[in-house]
Structures are given as C-alpha cells and as structure tokens.
C-alpha cells in the first residue's frame, strides 16, 4: 500500500518536471533559468540588503543580519547533511531520458533542494519583518525553485520540500529569538513600543 501511494507520487513528480523541463522549454528559459539559478549571481543583491539593513536599518536592521546567519545556516546544514543523505533520492537528470539539462550534471542527491530551502528561508525571514513585500520575497523565491526544475536538476517535490523545510527554519529561528529577548529584557525593535507579548507571539 505504501509503495504504491510512492509509486503514485513518484509518476505525479516526474510528469511536472517534464512539464517544467521539457514542455515548457524556450530561448527565455534557456539563457534566464540558469543565471537565475547559480547562486554566486544573488551575492551583489544579498550584500546590498546587508548593507541597507546595518546603515537604514537602526537597531532592528542589525539583529536581522545576525539572525539571518542561523536561519541560512540551519536550512542549508539540515537540507544538505541531513535530509539528502537519509533519503539518498537521485537527481532527475540522472534518474530520467530526455532532461533539458542547462547546468552541469549534478549526482549528489536531490530531496530536499537547498536552493529552494535557503532562498524560501530568506523569503520567510525579511517577510516577517517586511509583510508588504511579501509577493517580492516569496516570488523570487519560488522563481529560483522553479529555475531548479528548469534546469533539470531537482523534482518539483525537491523544491517543495525545499520550500517547507526553509520557511520552518525561519520560523524557528524567529521565535527562538522573540522569547530569548523577552526573557532576557533585550531591545532590539526601532519600535521600543512593541510590548513583551507582541514579541514573544511574533505579531506587530
């Protein structure tokens, strides 16, 4: 019975990878998807917010490039050192004929896409802190996800899973550090209104 409901998923899976890969393949996609995938391209943008957040920022803007650190840090670490190596899925471009292949092979294994787990963290981390530019955030994020399938190197699944473990990590590092300054009386808002209960609940 539980192979067959993996069997299931497992036909479900490959048939939108193909569906991103193959079907929806154009001159576009094939020069946009893999500059938007390679990671070394969002450094110049993840420098700048740095740089916005420690000058514009104010105190607030200072904890939230020290919190990111963990929260980068977590999804990747469990993403890459945890997750892969225990279900030890193998990469689309390996598994399957016919991938639209615009990267390198890539053989390590492939539950859960880091890229989709760090970007989604990234996206849940500044949404929490800048709720109007939610649809920013996560839009970058799931377009970095989809480059992923578009590239022929992860399943939808992969970045699905991506998705969901990274926006946990966020979450997880969000509170930890709302009851820690709490508990220990810690300032860290430019808002200095913001009451003990509003911080340790996560609402504004």
């Known amino acids: 019975m539980i192979q067959n409901i993996l069997d299931f998923l497992q036909k479900i899976d490959t048939a939108v990878f193909y569906f991103i890969n193959v079907t929806m393949q154009n001159p576009v996609f094939d020069w946009l998807m893999p500059f938007v995938t390679e990671k070394y391209h969002w450094f110049p943008v993840w420098g ?100 992923r399938i578009s590239v022929g190197v992860h399943y939808p699944f992969d970045v699905l899973g991506g998705a969901v473990l990274g926006m946990a990590c966020a979450w997880t590092v969000i509170y930890s550090w709302n009851w820690i300054a709490v508990r220990y009386r810690i300032k860290w808002r430019n808002n200095t209104s913001v009451s003990s209960t509003q911080q340790a609940g996560g609402t504004r």
């Not at 670490?77 to 615009?102: D, Y």
């Not at 989709?116 to 994020?141: D, M, Q």
């Open 48 to 147: 700048l917010a740095v740089i916005l957040l420690i000058w514009k920022g104010g105190r607030q803007g200072r904890y939230m490039v020290l919190l990111i650190i963990p929260v980068i840090f977590l999804s990747d670490q469990i993403s890459s050192s945890v997750i892969k190596p225990f279900f030890e899925r193998t990469r689309p471009c390996v598994a399957l004929e016919g991938v639209h292949l615009l990267t390198g092979m890539k053989t390590s294994y492939s539950f859960t896409s880091s890229h989709a787990a760090n970007f989604f963290a990234t996206a849940a981390f500044f949404t929490y802190f800048y709720p109007r530019w939610k649809w920013v955030f996560f839009g970058l994020a799931t377009l970095v996800g989809i480059s």
